[in-house]
């Protein structure tokens, strides 16, 4: 897999309201603390233009390493969700000024913050280089040529949790926070990386269309999780078992709250592929029934 690394001032930014909007815990106060009145500036204006909050901004993090020009920026996020319809002037004109706020402000209170996660990255890709090309390798054996993705884009944001990431399908990207050190030992960052690249070909046509739209984000992050752990086994990362899984689903999904069972439900799973016959898509399709349960 060859990885294409970017650092963004304006995905950093965005990244950070789209996870004050999910709730998850802000480990870095100040950089919170900087952001919220701006922050808040985006979410209302992205209320007052009737759009829903959580998409457009998780859109625009998607988008936003590739254009400076936030016009155009809003443009291509409101187009891509909703149709070139929805982007009309009067939205674009008042989400574009509220990113540019957004911006302005971090760069006023972080002007470095390029620069800083170039450094940031250095540990990373080092890590990733050392294992990473092992452990997709493996991957594609444990499932199948085609489920890994053969390029891919990987975009460094400023930490806001201490440890996140997120997969964008269908733009072959992932965006990470970029971490000096790794925050859990047993789960280092670039196997974070490892599991988000792994998702990406989940919305190719032979994994998509047999399932519902609406759960293919939840079922390639599920599926995934064994699946790159076992894999972790073969390059040293980490082991594949119920404790480690479940581990993985707090740090990695943040699913704190998930049912006691659902590690051994993916173990279980996990296995009875692994030393059965059954093809990548036939898994793919009893794992969607199990979690559908």
Not at 30 to 39: D, M, T, V
Not at 181 to 204: I, M, T, V, Y
Not at 206 to 228: C, N
Request: with cysteine; charged share 20%; glycine share 6%.
């Amino acid at each position: 897999m060859n990885l294409r690394w970017k650092a963004s001032l304006s995905a950093s930014s965005l990244h950070a309201v789209l996870c004050a909007v999910e709730g998850l815990p802000a480990a870095n106060n100040s950089f919170a603390e900087i952001l919220h009145e701006p922050g808040d500036c985006l979410i209302q204006s992205i209320e007052g233009c009737g759009l829903e909050v959580a998409a457009v901004l998780e859109m625009l993090v998607c988008q936003s390493a590739d254009y400076e020009n936030n016009r155009q920026l809003v443009e291509v996020s409101l187009s891509r969700l909703h149709g070139r319809e929805s982007a009309t002037e009067e939205r674009v004109s008042v989400l574009a000024a509220a990113i540019s706020g957004l911006e302005t402000r971090t760069l006023a209170e972080r002007p470095e913050l390029v620069d800083e996660l170039a450094l940031r990255a250095r540990p990373l890709h080092e890590q990733w280089e050392a294992r990473g090309p092992g452990l997709m390798h493996m991957l594609a054996q444990l499932t199948e040529d085609s489920f890994v993705a053969e390029t891919a884009e990987v975009v460094l944001v400023a930490p806001y949790v201490g440890g996140y990431g997120r997969a964008y399908l269908r733009a072959n990207r992932v965006v990470l926070e970029g971490l000096l050190a790794n925050p859990h030992a047993d789960l280092p960052e670039a196997l974070r990386l490892g599991w988000l690249l792994a998702q990406l070909q989940a919305d190719a046509p032979i994994y998509a269309d047999a399932v519902s739209g609406e759960r293919l984000a939840l079922l390639a992050q599920m599926a995934t999780i064994p699946a790159v752990l076992t894999a972790a086994e073969s390059v040293e990362w980490a082991k594949c078992d119920a404790s480690t899984i479940t581990r993985a689903l707090q740090c990695w999904c943040f699913e704190q709250d998930a049912p006691a069972d659902l590690a051994e439900k993916l173990l279980g799973w996990w296995e009875t592929y692994h030393q059965g016959t059954s093809s990548w898509q036939v898994a793919w399709r009893a794992l969607d029934a199990l979690l559908s349960q």
